[in-house]
Structure formats: C-alpha cells, structure tokens
C-alpha cells in the first residue's frame, strides 16, 4: 500500500514538474518572437510629488501579451533574463521608451521625467553602453528627462557597473536605484555613485504601520536619501492614504496605485496632460 501511495506521489511531482518545465519552455519560445509578433507594450506609471500632488515622472514597465493569455513581468523577466532573450527585449524597451520621451518633448511636455528599467544581464552587455547612446544621438532627445533605473544586486560587481554608470552620466542620463531597502542593501554605492534617484522598496513602507521600529527604519531610510544633494526619493507602492499620510512630511515622491496602476500611455495622458 505505501509502496503504491509512494509511487503515485512521485508520478504526480513528476507530472507537476513536467507541468511547470513545459510552461517555462512555451514562455522562453514566446519570448523569443514577441518583439516580430509585436505582442510587446510599455504602461506607465505616474510618479507624484507628493507635497504638491504634481506628476514628476513616469516609470515605463514592459507588458507581453501573448497568444496564451496573461503573463506578468515577475514570471517572464526572469526567464528572458536566463535564456537572453531580455538582450533584444531590452533594446526594444530602451528604443520604445527613448521614443516615447521624444514625442512627448516635441508636444511640448519637456518637465516629465521617463524612467525604464533595464536588467542585470543587459548591462553586462558589452554593446549596452553603446546602444543607449545610439538611440540618443539617433533621436536627439533631452538626455536630463531619461532615468535608468538599476537594483542594488545588479551592483554586486561594483567595479564594472561603475563604469557604465559613469559613461551613462556623462551622456546626461539619470540612473535611479530600484528597490532599495528590499536586498542586501549597502550605503556603499550611494558613496560610489552620485545617484539621481533613490527608490525605496514596497515592504518598507508596508512594514512601517506595523511596529515603531519599522518606522525608524521607512524615516531613517527616507532621510538618507533626501539628505544627499541631487537625490530625490521615490517611495514605491503606495497603496492607502494612511500611507499618504506618514509621508506628508517628508520631501518624496509617490508611485503606486493610490495614484495609479501602470496605464496604457493613452490613458496617462487623458489624465495628466489633459489631452482629450
Ligand atoms: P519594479 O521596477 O520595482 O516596478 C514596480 C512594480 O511594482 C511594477 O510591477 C508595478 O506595477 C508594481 N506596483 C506599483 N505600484 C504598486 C502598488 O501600489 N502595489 C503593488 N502591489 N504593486 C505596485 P510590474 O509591472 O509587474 O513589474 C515587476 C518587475 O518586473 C519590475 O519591478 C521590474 O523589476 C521588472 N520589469 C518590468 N518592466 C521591465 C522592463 O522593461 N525591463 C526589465 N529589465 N525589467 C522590467
Ligand atoms: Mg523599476
Ligand atoms: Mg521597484
Ligand atoms: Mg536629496
């Protein structure tokens, strides 16, 4: 009897596993023809002064979507990393979201900031420094508007991704710490790197209501930022008004559904620049 439960057991992990290999391997196969089917959008998602209630910024936040049904960045970025297809997913982001700020620029919006994210993998790239230059010069755009956001893993190797960050300054371009407080946070690189943007992590704030010292930390880590000349703050994920109400009086930026979910940019424009 236990002998027969065992074997069934292991048939269905092995059907299970099979389940989840076949899934991974239709999302790696997908991936790799999104860009040429065209299954690939960028949403934006407005980033507030939260003080003033004004738009600063967008972040541009890669959506697929393909024949099979719904898929979200969480799963399938970390497999376009894995088999490389984020290389050429990447570029796609990196020329839709220059372009994006062009059009903008040229209908006269020039005081919002775009920001995009791009992946550990894609800036070890060794063209990735020279892509990002040659849509610039290509599209002529105002370099002081475009934000690269980077983790703090991806600063694992310090030594070359200082390298690149320095090139990308040079160019004019912002880069902007994402997640900050979720990893292996160091102070490190903010003395490494003159960061433009400092964005705090989703559990920080989350955590804040839950105990005093949790909200030590959401202040300690909110004046880190705000104290560095040329830093602005970003507090990711703001959900509630409660929230809303802990950072009044602090000199930060909110992005989150309290304001907005990331949006077709039809739709960010309706409600930002009042187009019709
Ligand atoms: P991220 O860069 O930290 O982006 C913020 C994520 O939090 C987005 O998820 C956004 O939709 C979500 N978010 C924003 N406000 C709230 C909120 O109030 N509550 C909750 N629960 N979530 C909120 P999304 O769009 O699913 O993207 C997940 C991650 O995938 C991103 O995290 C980023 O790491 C990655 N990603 C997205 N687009 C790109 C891309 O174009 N290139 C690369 N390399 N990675 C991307
Ligand atoms: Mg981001
Ligand atoms: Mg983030
Ligand atoms: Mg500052």
Same mark, same amino acid.
């Given at each position: ?86 290389? %050429? #997913?990447? *570029?796609?982001?990196? =020329? ?6 062009? +059009?903008?620029?040229? /209908? &006269? ?53 200082? %390298? #690149?960050? *320095?090139?990308?300054? =040079? ?6 710490? +994402?997640?900050?407080? /979720? &990893? ?60 809303? =109400? ?31």
């Amino acid at each position: 009897e236990a002998k027969k439960k065992g074997k069934n057991t292991y048939q269905f992990f092995t059907e299970d596993l099979d389940c989840i290999l076949k899934r991974k391997q239709q999302i790696e196969n997908g991936l790799w023809k999104a860009i040429e089917r065209q299954e690939l959008q960028l949403y934006y998602q407005p980033q507030i002064e939260i003080k003033s209630g004004k738009l600063v910024g967008v972040e541009a936040l890669l959506r697929w979507f393909p024949s099979f049904g719904n898929i979200s960045p969480s799963e399938f970025i970390p497999i376009a990393e894995e088999s490389g297809a984020i290389i %050429g #997913i990447g *570029e796609w982001v990196l =020329k839709k979201a220059c372009k994006q700020l062009k +059009d903008w620029e040229e /209908a &006269g919006i020039t005081n919002i900031k775009l920001a995009f994210n791009v992946s550990a993998r894609q800036f070890t790239d060794p063209y990735f420094f020279e892509k990002v230059k040659n849509v610039l010069s290509s599209l002529q755009i105002n370099t002081c508007n475009l934000e690269i956001e980077i983790t703090e893993t991806m600063m694992l190797d310090i030594k070359s991704a200082m %390298g #690149i960050i *320095e090139q990308l300054k =040079k160019l004019g371009v912002r880069i902007a710490i +994402d997640d900050f407080g /979720a &990893g292996y946070s160091s102070l490190n690189i903010l003395k490494r790197i003159e960061i433009d943007t400092l964005k705090i992590d989703k559990s920080i704030i989350d955590d804040a209501l839950k105990s005093n010292r949790n909200m030590s930390i959401l202040t300690a880590i909110i004046n880190v930022g705000t104290c560095l000349d040329n830093t602005k703050v970003i507090m990711e994920g703001i959900e509630t008004s409660e929230q809303i =109400k802990l950072l009044r009086d602090f000199n930060v930026i909110g992005q989150g559904y309290y304001y907005g979910k990331p949006e077709k940019v039809t739709e960010i424009e309706k409600k930002w620049f009042g187009k019709p």
